[in-house]
């Protein structure tokens, strides 16, 4: 069962906008990381927060975790065109050893 | 570019045959898995391994088998196709002690 849920289902952003997506889950975690997904490609890990650790950045990504509402949110900053991606969150839940768990994902589109 | 190859790239078969699929690694990565990602549903878990002929069923596993008899090689087998299984199965290793996970080009499954 799946245990990120990703808010909202579809994002339709200006290029130059931020985009701000949210993920939801529901047992205790180790960590949460955040995939992309382009179109007819593999996922690609784009950053990973622990469950000690309430905000990370890396470049024009900002993500935080608030494990007291098991909630996560992905910020994409400056957006450009070729962010245009479903963007998928994970869990890594406590005891689960080496497993993730995928929401559903997220389809941002990033108009020019 | 973790170095992960699948094989085919895309297949179609008919009901009632057998499907094996091939994960290739070039890195030695202990943690092996296949996913199959469906629309409305994500990627879901069908089995995982753990090192050469340790593997463990996911969240999706019934009418698929897997097998790891060399580190690099990871074999995910529907031993009689179903409708069912029309898909895109992607196979992922996972890295260091967060298990961020590093994703294949995906295998396109078409089951008439």
């Known amino acids: 069962s799946q245990q990120g849920e990703e808010d909202p289902q579809a994002l339709s952003i200006q290029e130059g906008e931020n985009a701000t997506m949210n993920c939801s889950y529901k047992?205790?975690?180790?960590?949460l990381q955040w995939y992309r997904q382009n179109s007819g490609r593999g996922l690609v890990h784009l950053i990973l927060?622990?469950?000690?650790?309430r905000e990370k950045h890396s470049g024009r990504l900002r993500v935080t975790l608030d494990t007291s509402k098991k909630s996560s949110s992905l910020l994409i900053t400056a957006s450009r065109a070729a962010d245009t991606a479903s963007y998928f969150c994970?869990?890594?839940?406590?005891?689960?050893?080496?497993?993730?768990?995928f929401g559903k994902g997220i389809t941002l589109s990033v108009r020019p | 570019d973790a170095g992960i190859t699948q094989s085919p790239r895309h297949k179609v078969t008919e009901t009632g045959t057998p499907v094996t699929l091939r994960c290739h690694q070039t890195?030695?990565?202990?943690?092996m898995y296949w996913y199959r990602q469906d629309p409305g549903h994500g990627l879901r878990l069908i089995h995982y391994?753990?090192?050469?002929?340790?593997?463990d069923k996911g969240e999706v596993s019934d009418g698929y088998s897997v097998s790891r008899s060399k580190t690099e090689d990871f074999l995910l087998t529907l031993e009689s196709a179903t409708s069912s299984q029309t898909s895109v199965y992607f196979c992922?290793?996972?890295?260091?002690?967060?298990?961020?996970?590093?994703f294949g080009p995906g295998t396109r499954l078409t089951v008439t």
């Open positions: 994970a869990t890594r839940d406590t005891g689960a050893n080496s497993k993730l768990t």
């Open positions: 047992t205790s975690i180790n960590n």
């Open positions: 927060i622990r469950s000690n650790e």
């Open positions: 890195e030695n990565h202990r943690y």
């Open positions: 391994s753990y090192g050469v002929k340790d593997t």
């Open positions: 992922a290793i996972s890295l260091g002690t967060d298990y961020e996970q590093y």
